[in-house]
């Protein structure tokens, strides 16, 4: 009796274990439903450039609607930046200095390509799970035959978190340059997005605004 008891438990569990299994089109789908609040939500993430020869510039960005802002970091220098619609505020610690300029259509385009970035990171690819751990699951992407935009990395490396199914990282490389994208992150208040000259006392202020 108490044998045919382990059986039907054990039969339980199989069959919930197989129901819970998660195909890489179900992952991804939930990871761009999870990404999708960004709209309302805003979103945070950090990526880094690795370049030949100048070496590695890490940036974490913060979206908010249309205001942003960054953080560079590259070797032992820092630069801030932050953008609402019309205005861009460059803060250099080294120099205390601030430079207040017109926002660029180029700006504009930077800040909606860092929102969209993440945003149907498998479309035009062939996913395939190629490992899973206790807290995420690793895929390969490689790009389509279909896929006929030039701009797109032949392939890319992702990882997705169990815990939240929001990107660790997506790392690809593109004419030399290695990108990495990391700790992708939904909910950012529009205060940590915007420039408050009242935290650079005695700064140097450079308006170049016309």
Same mark, same amino acid.
């Given at each position: 009796m108490?044998?045919?008891f382990f059986?039907?438990?054990?039969?339980?569990?199989?069959?919930?274990?197989?129901?819970?299994?998660q195909?890489?089109?179900?992952?991804i789908g939930?990871?761009?439903?999870?990404?999708?609040?960004a709209?309302?939500?805003?979103?945070?993430?950090?990526?880094?450039?690795?370049?030949?020869?100048?070496?590695?510039?890490?940036?974490?960005?913060k979206?908010?609607?249309?205001?942003?802002s960054t953080?560079?970091?590259?070797k032992?220098?820092k630069?801030?930046?932050?953008?609402?619609e019309?205005?861009t505020? #460059?803060? %250099?610690?080294e &120099?205390?200095?601030i430079?207040i300029? !017109?926002r $660029?259509?180029?700006d504009s385009?930077s800040?909606?390509d860092?929102?969209?970035?993440?945003?149907?990171?498998t479309?035009?690819y062939?996913?395939?799970?190629t490992?899973e751990?206790?807290?995420?699951w690793y895929?390969?992407?490689?790009?389509?035959?279909?896929?006929?935009?030039k701009?797109?990395?032949?392939?890319?490396?992702?990882i997705?978190?169990k815990s939240?199914?929001?990107?660790?990282?997506?790392?690809?490389k593109?004419?030399?340059?290695?990108?990495?994208?990391?700790?992708a992150?939904?909910?950012?208040?529009?205060?940590e997005? #915007?420039? %408050?000259a009242? &935290?650079f006392?005695g700064?140097?202020? !450079?308006d $170049?605004?016309?």
């Amino acid at each position: 009796m108490m044998k045919r008891f382990f059986i039907c438990i054990a039969a339980l569990l199989a069959s919930l274990a197989i129901s819970f299994a998660q195909t890489p089109e179900e992952i991804i789908g939930r990871m761009d439903a999870e990404m999708a609040k960004a709209d309302q939500m805003g979103m945070t993430m950090t990526m880094d450039l690795t370049i030949p020869i100048l070496g590695k510039v890490s940036s974490t960005i913060k979206n908010y609607g249309e205001k942003a802002s960054t953080e560079v970091n590259y070797k032992d220098k820092k630069e801030y930046i932050w953008m609402d619609e019309t205005t861009t505020w #460059t803060y %250099d610690p080294e &120099k205390n200095e601030i430079e207040i300029d !017109n926002r $660029k259509p180029s700006d504009s385009k930077s800040n909606d390509d860092n929102a969209e970035m993440l945003k149907g990171i498998t479309d035009g690819y062939d996913v395939t799970m190629t490992r899973e751990t206790d807290s995420a699951w690793y895929f390969d992407c490689k790009k389509s035959k279909s896929n006929t935009k030039k701009d797109d990395p032949k392939k890319m490396s992702l990882i997705v978190a169990k815990s939240n199914y929001m990107p660790l990282d997506l790392t690809a490389k593109m004419k030399g340059v290695t990108v990495s994208i990391r700790n992708a992150s939904i909910g950012v208040s529009e205060k940590e997005v #915007t420039f %408050d000259a009242s &935290k650079f006392p005695g700064a140097t202020v !450079n308006d $170049k605004r016309k």
